[in-house]
């Protein structure tokens, strides 16, 4: 419990505080754009579209990829465990690529749905193939993003100092994920774009000759068309929002998680006061 319900809590005050920078970053990559909005029209109404199925899925993959990562990254860096208990960094990184597979397992859906809420008043059917196509786009994304970013901020975290308890953990972890979020969102800004225009769709005008709905015929079509600028798009937007979302997440998390630990053993210790009095009680009776 004391890495389900922080992490949960976490992944909700993180959708409540950065969903309208998301929407925003999500309508500037969409391949109709200048078509939406020309000359930006519009692109600040509804920016709470699709606000409804993310909340839904993101607290349970939320508490499913903190529980598995907090296991994993236990086994990854174990002396015991070879190569890769030897280097921290590699251990982590590999606990939290197995932890982001499994939490995409239920934010695909609700991830489809909610990009095509907020470039459209409407979504498609959510066909199995367009599941399993989302799934790996998020997944190609997701996994380099999580692989850069929690291996820096283990050792942001480890090299920051702060207040005790768990305020200092809150603060050391919000100001570490901060600064590594923000650089794996920059460097990781094309598979995000890649993974946006997959879960969109083509537009109507691309429908005759869409490029592949595959990872490495999307990221092809978008170099050939719109070229480096092209995949770079929204990219100081999401460095921005990834930067305030991680830190607000990771920071409230360990914050939750010291103090919900620290909670657990004031009342465990409390309990066992109440048994010496009564013990004593006994006793002197």
């Not at 606990?95 to 979504?123: D, G, H, N, W, Y």
């Amino acid at each position: 419990m004391d890495t389900i319900v922080p992490g949960a809590l976490a992944a909700f005050v993180v959708d409540c505080s950065i969903f309208p920078l998301d929407t925003v970053k999500s309508r500037i990559q969409a391949a109709d754009f200048q078509t939406r909005y020309p000359g930006g029209r519009g692109l600040y109404k509804g920016l709470w579209q699709g606000f409804g199925p993310v909340v839904v899925a993101t607290l349970p993959s939320a508490a499913l990829f903190f529980t598995t990562y907090e296991h994993a990254k236990i086994t990854f860096t174990s002396s015991d465990t070879p190569f890769i208990g030897q280097a921290k960094a590699v251990g982590h990184a590999a606990a939290s690529a197995v932890a982001e597979m499994a939490a995409c397992l239920i934010l695909t859906p609700a991830e489809t749905i909610k990009q095509q809420r907020q470039s459209t008043s409407v979504f498609e059917d959510l066909k199995f193939r367009s599941l399993r196509q989302g799934y790996w786009a998020l997944v190609s994304r997701n996994l380099p993003f999580t692989a850069m970013q929690f291996p820096l901020y283990e050792y942001f975290r480890q090299h920051l100092t702060g207040p005790p308890n768990y305020l200092k953990a809150g603060l050391v972890s919000g100001a570490s994920a901060a600064s590594a979020g923000a650089i794996s969102a920059l460097v990781t800004t094309p598979l995000d774009l890649v993974k946006t225009r997959i879960m969109l769709g083509p537009t109507k005008g691309e429908m005759q000759n869409a490029p592949s709905q595959t990872i490495a015929g999307v990221g092809r079509d978008i170099w050939q068309r719109e070229g480096l600028r092209g995949l770079m798009k929204g990219g100081t937007l999401r460095s921005v929002w990834t930067a305030l979302g991680a830190g607000i997440y990771l920071g409230s998390y360990e914050a939750g998680r010291e103090w919900w630990g620290n909670s657990g053993k004031e009342q465990a210790q409390q309990a066992i006061e109440e048994v010496k009095e009564k013990v004593e009680e006994v006793q002197t009776s």
